[in-house]
């Protein structure tokens, strides 16, 4: 669905883990440009019934993109810049108390 234009498909890469899996992004991306890269458009799952959602607005607005990142739920992937090492899970409902 989205591709890099060419002039920005080099640089330095970061890698991570999403779902447990290894992989990398380029330095510098959000979590949610990250995932797009990745080939995934859903970043969590709803409460109710479970359809997926995936980020739309990439800007903070419309609560999409929310994922579970190094252990805490309820973070907007497109407002947090990827780092090294950084763990990356989909979000499965609502967020769970204490995390
Ligand atoms: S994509 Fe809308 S808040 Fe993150």
Request: charged share 15%.
């Amino acid at each position: 669905m989205f591709q890099r234009l060419p002039e920005a498909a080099a640089g330095a890469t970061v890698a991570f883990t999403l779902d447990g899996q290894p992989v990398t992004a380029r330095a510098g991306d959000t979590v949610a440009a990250a995932v797009f890269a990745l080939g995934r458009d859903a970043c969590r799952q709803t409460a109710v019934t479970g359809a997926e959602r995936g980020p739309y607005c990439m800007m903070g607005v419309c609560f999409d993109c929310l994922m579970t990142i190094d252990g805490i739920g309820n973070r907007q992937a497109c407002l947090v810049r990827i780092a090294p090492g950084m763990a990356v899970e989909t979000q499965h409902g609502k967020r769970v108390v204490g995390q």
